[in-house]
């Protein structure tokens, strides 16, 4: 496969964006070779510039549930696009998708729009803070809710796959306040409570994302939400990989446990950069300007984000029940296809999806948490990615990431990633 195009166009980046990527996973660093320089996408299909087509797993890191170029959000996008493209001043389209996510979820009274999944976590931490009148948060380990200052403390995602969980440039000061609890462990979540009577909120990726894909123990969240009542802490769940994705309503949908604050972002935009918190209307009353909690953004509520999400989640509800069903069973036909092809080939892997999510490691035990996570084979998985690449399919570029299942992928492009599976097995066995 000739990617000498994508060679090129990375050299060039790198003279002029910091490792030629604008976030730091995309760089392929842990897998080895350079990032694809992408085209454009098609459906179910990523083209780089050297024109070989990839079926995507990736879907933008989520947001991408109909796809590349889904002709339904297009239209809308384009649509909306023809009459402005921003205006820093409501419009009734915000109204609308809040609405609409309002309608869904019955214990959520309001919502926030803002740009991305960063944003709307930073932003319901310090409503919890304001809120509570509290100062200190408990996140877990291998847990990844962006990279603002007081969340890039023993966090997944790029963060896990460059080996620096917390990063240089926060100051101590500031992470004084987050307090860490082991994943699937509510000892560790005691003890925390043991340790300060100043927690403002709990925040968790119910459906862990960021350190590959490591559902929560449903007794665990049950737990997690008694904790916290007792302790007059706010549960948040940080559903941006999960909302829309795990089913219509999330993890949420799944587990049956209610936060008190949620945070969306990904499928929410349909592609387009949105994200949003959301909760009871005694939580969210604080938020400026009804209350004295600030947070505001020029590009918050953009209108051609908006119509994009808009034109995503009424697509979803219409189709709710065929949607979720057929996408969750493609992802168990591709993991149980994977576990398969792997053991024929004696390699040890570990699957699980739920909804259009999945995940799976290269380790012989169980992954449950961050340690577990950890100790899985990373040079196999860098094998794994590479040898997938050759053969036409793009898996995110990192063990300690989740991937996506799209409308657009079928059945028969399930098959073929489950042949290829084998071939490249056998060559790593
Ligand atoms: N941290 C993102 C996935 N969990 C990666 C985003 C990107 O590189 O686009």
Known sequence: MNQDKSVKAYEKACRVIPGGVDSPVRAFQSVGGTPLFIKKGEGAYLIDVDDNRYVDYVQSWGPLIFGHADDTIEKAVIKAVKKGLSFGAPTKAETKLAGLICSLFPEIDKVRFVSSGTEAVMSA?????????????????????????????????????????????????????????????????????????????????????????VPADPKFLEDLKALCEKHGALLIFDEVMSGFRASLKGAQGIYGTVPDLVT????????????????????????????????????????????AGLASLEQLIENEAVVYASLEAKAKRLVEGL???????????????????????????????????LSSDTKRFAAFHQGMLKEGFYFACSQFETGFISTAISDAMIDDTIEAAQKVFKEMA
């Open 339 to 373: 576990k398969s092809a792997a053991s024929d080939a004696g390699i040890a892997l570990q699957v699980d999806a739920i909804g259009s999510m999945f995940g799976f490691f290269f380790n012989d035990k169980p992954v449950r948490n961050f340690a577990d996570a």
């Open 125 to 213: 931490i310090r409503l919890a803070r304001g809120f509570t009148c509290k100062d200190d948060i408990v996140k877990f380990e291998g847990c990844y809710h962006g990279h603002s200052d007081s969340l890039l403390v023993q966090a997944g995602s790029g963060a896990t796959t460059f080996g620096n969980p917390s990063s240089p440039g926060v100051p101590a000061d500031l992470t004084k306040h987050t307090l860490l609890a082991k994943y699937n462990d509510i000892k560790s979540v005691k003890e925390c409570f043991k340790h300060s009577k100043n927690i403002a909120c709990v925040i968790i990726e119910p459906l862990a994302g960021n350190m590959g894909f």
């Open 264 to 307: 969306f972002g990904k499928v929410i935009g349909g592609g387009m950069p949105v994200g949003a918190f959301a909760g009871r209307a005694e939580i969210m009353d604080s938020l400026s300007p009804q209350g004295p909690v600030y947070q505001a953004g020029t590009l918050s509520g953009n209108p051609v984000a908006m119509a």
